[in-house]
């Protein structure tokens, strides 16, 4: 099996937020949750690079060690999903993500705080693939219909990467090698325990 | 005219611009000089890297944060087993106390002679405040332990649905549990001011260990002032936290939600072990205790035993009633 990653080479986004928007219309994702966003670091500096910025599907994840009812499982993709009919929308996972992954939608008394949402690497989520349940809670299961997550599919620069993490490592480490400079694997150190090495 | 020779000067210039600029870009390439993730991390230690976001949560803003897996360790392992520890520690000390001890009963046996301990205020406080107590802290252990005993048992549906009204019963029932802990505050403080008295008391370890020691004491003695001060303190100290953590916006970010967690956390473990042993000491352990919560009239046998002083200055004040007041004070 693959283990599934993502990686933004940095070097190439351009911050023109598509892989958000074609995120937010892919799974119908309410107003005010963001599965996936653009960070620019150095704003206006020289320098400047953005980062597209979603789940990364950690090894050992963080949230899954925190989670109060263990409503998180990885696929044998490596894909971290979560079960909403068991989360309690405690925001302990929010606490522990290193990468901001985790939203709310604000149903909930005290604070904003409804059943977790997040990036699902368009794998849906415990309902049967493909179900009208599971697109309701998760949205589309892309994988489960042989493509990979929207995001980086449609990344018009290709500096959103989804897929194997060999073979994107192998991609990245290429790219490198060929223009003389990268900025690095963002996340991946803190995701994996290990960056890509060029 | 004019019109063409002023395109004719602006495409001459491009031309010229775009003849120029490989030589310029041959010198420096200003793409290549990027900021880089690990230069970031080694400039920034253990700070977040953070950078701009077109979404108005300032959050967000944040791209990576490791330090946050330092506290899911912590949350995960540390707490998780020191409340286990705190819990089934106090059980185990209790039991291994009750079978040496055996339960304190009264020397002297049952006078029949009432004495009023706790009025009903008294009792009303005390009772919101342990059975909220009570539910607040079997709900909040359920968050800790509940995933390593109760799903396992019950699976993840009828885990998930238990957990889901615990998180509801453990925000709505704060409120009482503060209320009720400004309300023993306000009535018990001033018969929880440490004094000389508790010296000895603490010197006999109470007449706990052994049988025919009473240390003299007044309406509190210094183990219930010790459980005193643990539950106002301990308790304000859950309560704040507690507020902070209803109220993720208000209480800042990521760090502060883990300190607050972390903190409300230890603070319960500590107290649900010292309120298991005042459960304890209330009910089975000790003979015609639990009169002076559940009535609220103790023996006076019991009184004279365990808080000598105060039946002294109940009898005195009766006395001086009686004598002065031809009329009954109530």
Redesign the interface.
């Known amino acids: 099996m693959a283990r599934m990653k993502f990686l933004c080479d940095a070097d190439r986004c351009i911050e023109c937020q598509a892989c958000v928007t074609a995120c937010k219309n892919e799974h119908e994702v309410p107003w005010g949750i963001n599965r996936r966003r653009v960070v620019t670091i150095n704003d206006g500096l020289p320098g400047e690079r953005s980062v597209s910025m979603a789940c990364m599907h950690c090894t050992d994840a963080p949230c899954a060690a925190v989670c109060p009812v263990a409503c998180f499982y990885t696929t044998d993709d490596g894909v971290v999903l979560h079960n909403k009919d068991t989360c309690i929308g405690c925001g302990y996972c929010s606490y522990a993500c290193p990468f901001g992954a985790p939203q709310y939608p604000q149903t909930a008394n005290f604070g904003t705080r409804g059943k977790m949402d997040k990036c699902t690497y368009c794998s849906g989520g415990p309902e049967p693939d493909m179900s009208q349940a599971e697109y309701v809670k998760y949205g589309a299961n892309r994988l489960a219909e042989g493509k990979l997550p929207l995001c980086a599919e449609m990344c018009s620069t290709k500096a959103l990467l989804a897929g194997d993490g060999d073979i994107i490592a192998d991609i990245y480490r290429e790219r490198v090698v060929t223009r003389g400079y990268g900025s690095g694997a963002w996340g991946w150190r803190t995701a994996y325990g290990e960056t890509v090495t060029v | 005219m004019t019109i063409f020779s002023r395109l004719l000067t602006a495409f001459s210039l491009v031309l010229a611009l775009s003849l120029a600029a490989p030589e310029a870009s041959a010198q420096v390439n200003?793409?290549?000089?990027?900021?880089?993730?690990?230069a970031?991390?080694q400039a920034l230690g253990t700070a977040p890297?953070?950078?701009?976001?077109?979404?108005p949560?300032a959050?967000?803003?944040?791209?990576?944060?490791?330090?946050?897996?330092s506290?899911?360790?912590l949350?995960?392992?540390t707490l998780h087993t020191l409340s286990i520890v705190a819990v089934l520690g106090m059980i185990a000390l209790l039991l291994l106390f009750y079978l040496i001890r055996g339960r304190i009963r009264v020397e002297s046996g049952f006078s029949g002679r009432k004495i009023l301990r706790f009025n009903a205020i008294e009792r009303f406080a005390h009772w919101t405040l342990a059975t909220t107590f009570i539910i607040l802290a079997l709900t909040g252990l359920?968050?800790?332990i509940?995933?390593s005993v109760i799903?396992p048992l019950f699976g993840?549906?009828a885990?998930?649905t238990l957990?889901?009204w615990?998180?509801?019963a453990h925000?709505y029932l704060a409120w009482p549990f503060m209320v009720a802990l400004v309300m023993i505050l306000l009535l018990w403080i001033v018969h929880n001011v440490p004094n000389k008295v508790d010296l000895e008391w603490i010197k006999k370890g109470g007449g706990l260990f052994s049988k025919g020691v009473h240390p003299p004491a007044r309406k509190f003695n210094a183990g219930q002032k010790l459980i005193f001060w643990s539950v106002v303190l301990g308790g304000a100290a859950l309560s704040y936290t507690g507020i902070m953590?209803?109220?993720?916006?208000e209480a800042g970010t990521?760090a502060d939600?883990?300190f607050y967690?972390t903190i409300h956390a230890l603070v319960a473990a500590g107290l649900s072990a010292i309120v298991i042993a005042h459960i304890y000491i209330g009910s089975v352990g000790m003979e015609g205790a639990f009169d002076a919560m559940g009535s609220g009239e103790v023996d006076e046998n019991w009184a004279k035993e365990h808080h000598g002083l105060w039946v002294e200055e109940v009898q005195s004040t009766q006395a001086r009633n009686t004598a002065q007041v031809t009329t009954p004070a109530e």
């Open positions: 200003p793409t290549q000089s990027s900021v880089t993730e690990d970031l991390f890297v953070t950078g701009r976001v077109t979404i949560d959050n967000a803003g944040y791209l990576i944060k490791p330090e946050n897996k506290w899911a360790v949350q995960g392992q359920n968050l800790i509940g995933k799903l993840e549906a885990f998930g957990s889901t615990g998180k509801i925000n953590l209803l109220f993720p916006a990521a939600w883990q967690q």
